[in-house]
T-cell receptor
Framework: DQQVKQNSPSLSVQEGRISILNCDYT??????FLWYKKYPAEGPTFLIS?????DKNEDGRFTVFLNKSAKHLSLHIVPSQPGDSAVYFC????????????FGTGTRLTVIP | DGGITQSPKYLFRKEGQNVTLSCEQN?????MYWYRQDPGQGLRLIYY???????QKGDIAEGYSVSREKKESFPLTVTSAQKNPTAFYLC???????????FGPGTRLLVL
């Protein structure tokens, strides 16, 4: 059973506009969330994370929002650039020490110049 | 130059053959992980190790084996019992806080 879901397999956005990638989870024990960016035939690159004690974390053009009551998080990229075109994975974990990550199926973002 | 290296980049396996994927890190991270990615799917955990000489099964450990004799190395063996081994294999590590995992470049395994 998929505990982390990314229901949009793809998203296209014009350069300079905002990209919003969404992620939902079912396990209420998850308390740490991450976003990774992945290019074809490469390993995922860590982008940004958020702990459940916060509802927003910002790093440059990237902002992650967490809505615990809705079990939903989103990644905002502003402004979007062509180099942002990649697959974005949402991941979640229970911070129990083992810290196994549960990944969504990914959203392919295409930023159109 | 710190990082995670995986070799080879591509690996071919014949029917009934065991193959071993290498993962080496010089980040001094205690925890190491192996994931498998199939097309259109997220990453699924195969095995993980939090410390030398100790490892635990993940969600899809059947047909795989690992060892952790050194902190720097966490090789994954795909055995002949793994009936569908064709996938992209990713190794990851995490540091003392074990909050964020960092990934290697991956190995693509193909069956001849």
């Amino acid at each position: 059973d998929q505990q982390v879901k990314q229901n949009s397999p793809s998203l296209s956005v014009q350069e300079g506009r905002i990209s919003i990638l969404n992620c939902d989870y079912t396990n209420s024990m998850f308390d740490y969330f991450l976003w990774y960016k992945k290019y074809p035939a490469e390993g995922p690159t860590f982008l940004i994370s958020i702990s459940s004690i916060k509802d927003k974390n910002e790093d440059g053009r990237f902002t992650v929002f967490l809505n615990k009551s809705a079990k939903h998080l989103s990644l905002h990229i502003v402004p979007s650039q062509p180099g942002d075109s990649a697959v974005y994975f949402c991941a979640a974990s229970e911070r129990t020490g083992a810290n196994n990550l549960f990944f969504g199926t990914g959203t392919r973002l295409t930023v159109i110049p | 130059d710190g990082g995670i290296t995986q070799s080879p980049k591509y690996l071919f396996r014949k029917e009934g053959q065991n193959v071993t994927l290498s993962c080496e890190q010089n980040l001094n991270h205690d925890a190491m992980y192996w994931y498998r990615q199939d097309p259109g799917q997220g990453l699924r955990l195969i095995y993980y190790s939090q410390i030398v000489n100790d490892f635990q099964k993940g969600d899809i450990a059947e047909g795989y084996s690992v060892s952790r004799e050194k902190k720097e190395s966490f090789p994954l063996t795909v055995t002949s019992a793994q009936k569908n081994p064709t996938a992209f294999y990713l190794c990851a590590t995490s540091g003392a806080d074990q909050e964020t995992q960092y990934f290697g470049p991956g190995t693509r395994l193909l069956v001849l």
